[in-house]
């Protein structure tokens, strides 16, 4: 499988003008842009929501946030940094790696598709029965380079079409964009995607002489939803994708973060036909500064001469010139944390998913109080009901865009993401998105009386 250019599908009205990078000289002599000279994910409104909504949270600093997902951050120790960076070291230096090996590893520029897939897959093995080669993992600047890798590799021609969930993770609709690469959602529904829904997409994308290459989900805890796959559901999503020959992108960065016990198997360790890629992180489970993520892509690519490899190891092709390689000290870092761990994340971050607990407990029951079931008819405000993750909706009687968002920091000192910004097709214009990780209980308690009391302040329009 090779990476190709595609041209992007957005069509131009007839007589208008031709778009270019060019610029305009004005009487000063500069060259300056109009914002339809650049590329459609550069123009697109959507694609500046996230900024807009930053910028809000940013000019009203004295407002409860629950506009953001940043992971809790009461455990980090800056001290902890060298401490892990030590204990990887000294796990090369105990696996016989010569010192000048490690210093050029750690100084010089590494291998693209990074060094410690060893304890990557170690760790998956460990906390999500993925068992592959480490030559099938590639370790990315993050998930959202293994996105753009992935699409980039995957989609050739204009009319291949992703699928994706929707309401959907902005990062995987800017990268779809910016590739130029057609968007299509499938609703999600109460329990999350329904494989049939993704079926009757499949099939009206090839009634219009297109093909669905692709689909990305967030089988656990999605962002921004919060719903998870039932596990019939996800056999039944890739048995699917393997009768529709669909690729099934899983992003799992929630996984580790639900309920002690009640934890579902990732797609990707249900998968026997290769139909899926995963996407992963340790933005969630380390901290977001440390900016690895991995793409795990064991499906067979077989060469001009024969000779067989790994998707992820063809991929290299495309990392090497979209970033050259993910940093030798982050890497580290990450290597120290997985060593240290015994290569079990989820054990080690269990503390920490138990606070995430408290803290949707905590979003529930301040909900239930200030709007009891029995008046639902009155106050028309309800909820769902995730079982761990970072984020829930509440759905409102009022348009609850950017704007409303905006008069809620300002006159009520709460902040919030407006749901509309995460659907693909329209969709979520009376729905707001919580996300509560890295709230304290108290402040989520306050979040929620003063969000009680901009919502009954706020006249209904869905009666």
Avoid: C
């Avoid at 990557?120 to 068992?131: A, F, H």
């Avoid at 204009?158 to 779809?176: E, F, H, K, R, W």
């Avoid at 009891?372 to 984020?391: C, L, Q, R, T, Y």
């Amino acid at each position: 499988m090779s990476a190709s250019i595609v041209e992007p599908t957005t069509g131009e009205p007839a007589g208008a003008p031709e778009r270019g990078i060019s610029g305009s000289t004005g009487a000063d002599g500069h060259v300056s842009f109009s914002l339809d000279q650049l590329h459609p994910s550069v123009a697109d409104p959507r694609m500046d929501s996230m900024r807009l909504l930053s910028e809000t949270v940013m000019t009203f600093p004295d407002a409860i946030s629950f506009s953001n997902g940043a992971p809790f951050d009461g455990t980090h120790d800056v001290g902890r940094l060298s401490f892990y960076l030590d204990r990887y070291l000294g796990h090369l230096r105990d696996s016989g790696v010569p010192e000048k090996k490690i210093s050029r590893l750690m100084f010089q520029y590494g291998p693209v598709n990074g060094f410690i897939q060893n304890e990557v897959v170690r760790n998956l093995k460990q906390d999500e029965g993925i068992d592959v080669a480490p030559e099938a993992v590639m370790i990315t600047n993050g998930a959202q380079e293994a996105m753009v890798i992935a699409l980039r590799a995957l989609f050739t021609s204009p009319d291949q079409v992703l699928l994706t969930v929707s309401p959907t993770y902005v990062g995987i609709v800017g990268a779809a964009k910016t590739l130029g690469i057609p968007l299509r959602g499938v609703l999600e529904g109460p329990d999350g995607l329904d494989p049939e829904a993704v079926a009757e997409a499949v099939r009206a994308v090839r009634a219009e002489g297109k093909r669905a290459v692709a689909l990305y989900l967030i089988p656990d805890f999605s962002n921004p939803s919060g719903a998870s796959l039932p596990l019939k559901a996800r056999e039944e999503l890739l048995a699917v994708a393997a009768r529709e020959e669909l690729i099934v992108l899983e992003d799992n960065p929630y996984g580790l973060f639900g309920r002690e016990g009640q934890e579902l198997p990732t797609l990707k360790s249900l998968d026997t036909r290769h139909n899926v890629i995963y996407l992963g992180s340790y933005s969630k489970t380390a901290f977001p500064g440390v900016r690895v993520g991995f793409l795990v892509a064991d499906q067979p690519v077989t060469g001009p001469n024969g000779t067989t490899r790994p998707l992820a190891a063809e991929l290299s092709k495309t990392k090497s010139f979209l970033s050259v390689e993910s940093s030798s000290v982050a890497q580290a870092v990450i290597g120290g944390i997985l060593v240290d761990a015994d290569y079990d994340l989820r054990s080690a971050s269990r503390a920490t998913a138990d606070v995430y607990q408290e803290r949707l407990r905590a979003v529930l029951d301040a909900l239930a109080e200030r709007f009891p079931a029995e008046e639902h008819d009155a106050h028309g405000v309800s909820w769902n009901v995730p079982g761990g993750g970072f984020f829930l909706m509440v759905r409102v009687g009022f348009e609850a865009d950017l704007a409303a968002m905006e008069r809620s920091a300002r006159d009520y000192g709460v902040s919030w993401a407006p749901m509309s910004m995460f659907y693909v097709d329209g969709g979520g214009d009376r729905v707001i998105r919580l996300g509560f990780s890295n709230l304290s209980v108290p402040d989520i308690r306050e979040g929620i009386a003063r969000l009680a009391r901009f919502i009954e302040d706020t006249p209904r329009t869905d009666r």
